[in-house]
């Protein structure tokens, strides 16, 4: 028996966490402006330098009072109380005399509140023409919350807080905390490098014309914009003939320069299918050969030197499937983020499968909320080589092992994708 045949085969989730414990996460970091940030992981734990907001400040335009002065107010006792000047955002009021009581200012949203005032009164509150007539006086008729309306210094976030961990993704959001705090750069990890290699005689570069029986190469190009959507810096190949020398050499060529090798195609049983020929002739040994599941069966892992080859199935579904159930955590392992393992779903099939297999299937589906129950409806047509389905789905809904495929109304796993 080879040493294949006694292979066990994995689930993908099984063939995912056996590629992440083979992963070392990235510990080089460098330093990149905010513009650069965006899809970065962060090196390190990012510690407030001072409280926010900074200082205690307006959340609306109107009037600052104290609440002592204006408790009694009402209707029949209107409270008077003179403005003594003008706070706008970026200034202060510097305070001449020594207020005693019943003294208002102006106030705009984000200037600074002296400690004088408690209290913020929408200028909505106060009649605009009286406002017009008597520009330096303000007459309330009610009591306000003592307190509303004014932010206090660090009510958001307090000084010396770790308020993002390393490990963490950066989306706008996270720049957004960055930049509050006056960071122009920020320390995130070095980006893994990963080679992309498409094999097979058929594929044509997009942008040449077609020729008869040859296909153009999807996935080569799907798989390097997802690997930069996850934080990889990508070597791209161009297709690389179905010949064990040819691919054997671009894997020389690719483990030069990557850490981390996707090939795509040639990886199933036919007599051209020589990836993992190719694996083998420059030294390669097999960590699984198949994966249960559907699309992407074919599916192989080899490591070499301290690194991994992933070889993904050419069908463009299978090769999608590989992308999201074993390369993402992979990857996102491997660019230092912590939160790497794939999160999924439950939902309500919306549609039957009325389709038995020995192994889980991923189907391209379309899930939506409806109220507070998710549903997902499996694309119709969901052949491998199908690329249709591509333009709609937003999950991957898991359709377990079985004769009798899924019927309508049954919980299923989904995964969710771009766009949910
Ligand atoms: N006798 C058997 N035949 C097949 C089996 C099997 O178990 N027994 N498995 C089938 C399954 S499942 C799949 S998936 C495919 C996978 O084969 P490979 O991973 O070796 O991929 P190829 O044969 O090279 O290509 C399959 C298909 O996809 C097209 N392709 C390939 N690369 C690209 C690309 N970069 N962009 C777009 N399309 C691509 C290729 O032209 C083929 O049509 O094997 C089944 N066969
Ligand atoms: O991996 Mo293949 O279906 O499973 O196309």
Not at 12 to 33: K, M, T
């Amino acid at each position: 028996m080879t040493q294949i045949e006694t292979m066990q085969a994995l689930t993908a989730h099984e063939a995912a966490n056996c590629l992440c414990s083979l992963i070392d996460p990235q510990q080089s970091s460098r330093r990149v402006g905010l513009h650069e940030a965006s899809g970065r992981v962060l090196a390190e734990d990012f510690t407030t330098p001072f409280p926010m907001p900074p200082f205690r400040r307006a959340a609306m335009d109107g009037y600052v009072v104290r609440s002592l002065d204006i408790a009694e107010a009402c209707p029949t006792h209107p409270v008077t109380l003179s403005v003594v000047g003008e706070i706008k955002a970026g200034s202060g009021l510097a305070l001449h005399e020594h207020f005693n009581e019943r003294k208002s200012a102006r106030i705009y949203t984000g200037a600074p509140v002296p400690e004088y005032w408690d209290t913020l009164i929408v200028q909505e509150a106060i009649p605009q023409e009286q406002r017009k007539l008597h520009p330096g006086s303000i007459q309330l008729h009610k009591a306000f919350r003592q307190g509303e309306h004014i932010a206090e210094a660090g009510e958001d976030i307090a000084a010396g807080a770790v308020v993002l961990a390393r490990g963490k993704v950066l989306s706008a959001k996270e720049i957004a905390i960055l930049a509050s705090f006056g960071q122009a750069n920020v320390s995130v990890y070095k980006k893994p490098r990963v080679a992309v290699i498409p094999v097979g005689d058929e594929l044509l570069s997009p942008g040449n014309p077609l020729t008869p029986y040859h296909i153009y190469d999807a996935n080569s190009h799907m798989t390097v914009a997802r690997l930069q959507e996850l934080g990889a810096s990508v070597q791209h190949f161009s297709p690389v003939a179905d010949r064990v020398d040819a691919i054997a050499d671009a894997l020389i060529l690719a483990m030069s320069q990557s850490d981390l090798i996707i090939t795509i195609g040639g990886v199933s049983v036919g007599d051209y299918d020589f990836v993992a020929k190719a694996a083998e002739a420059i030294g390669s040994v097999p960590l699984f050969r198949k994966v249960l599941m559907r699309p992407g069966k074919p599916t192989s892992a080899f490591s070499v030197d301290h690194r991994l080859i992933i070889s993904l199935s050419g069908n463009p579904s299978a090769c999608f499937a590989g992308l999201e159930l074993l390369v993402k955590p992979t990857i996102l392992k491997a660019a230092g983020c912590v939160d790497y393992e794939n999160r999924f779903l439950q939902g309500t099939l919306a549609a039957e499968i009325n389709k038995s297999s020995p192994v889980t299937r991923f189907v391209r589906s379309i899930a939506c909320w409806q109220g507070d129950r998710l549903f997902v409806e499996p694309l119709s047509r969901d052949r491998s080589g199908n690329i249709a389905a591509f333009a709609h789905a937003n999950a991957l809904a898991v359709i377990p092992p079985g004769a009798r495929g899924a019927v309508k109304g049954e919980m299923v796993s989904l995964l969710p994708l771009a766009g949910f």
